[in-house]
């Protein structure tokens, strides 16, 4: 059992030119706090746990989470379903490159904006 998708593959193609690898580690630790949290890569948080998937059964385990937190990176695209449509979802990619996905996701370039995001909603 999980609540929170962390997807937290380091940018590496440009789109967030901000990227900081230690905050999103804090980010991820302060959501670990609250929710029960797979994450996708890596990472110092100590509450989390890690797990290694193809993209399609990360987007399988996006159905069953409460809310995703994604950087915009190739692992990310399976979370983008007809069927995960329903799934709060807060993408990491700087604010000129926002992108439709058919759907309202917050895009943020920076760790700061998105727990912003993330308290407003109701998740940290």
Known sequence: DF?????NCPPRSGQCPRWDQGQMDT???????????LVT????????????RTVCQIGNLA??????????SGAHWGI???????????LFLDDPLKLDYG???PHHGLVCGMRDELRKDGWL
């Open 103 to 105: 759907r309202d996701i």
């Open 41 to 52: 890569n890596p990472t110092t948080a100590t509450n989390v746990t890690q797990i290694d």
């Open 63 to 72: 159905l069953r989470a409460k809310f995703v937190v994604a950087v915009a």
């Open 80 to 90: 983008h379903s007809v069927w995960s449509q329903d799934v709060p979802t807060y």
């Open 27 to 37: 980010l991820i630790q302060e959501i670990g706090e609250k929710h029960r949290v």
């Open 3 to 7: 609540d929170a998708l962390v997807i």
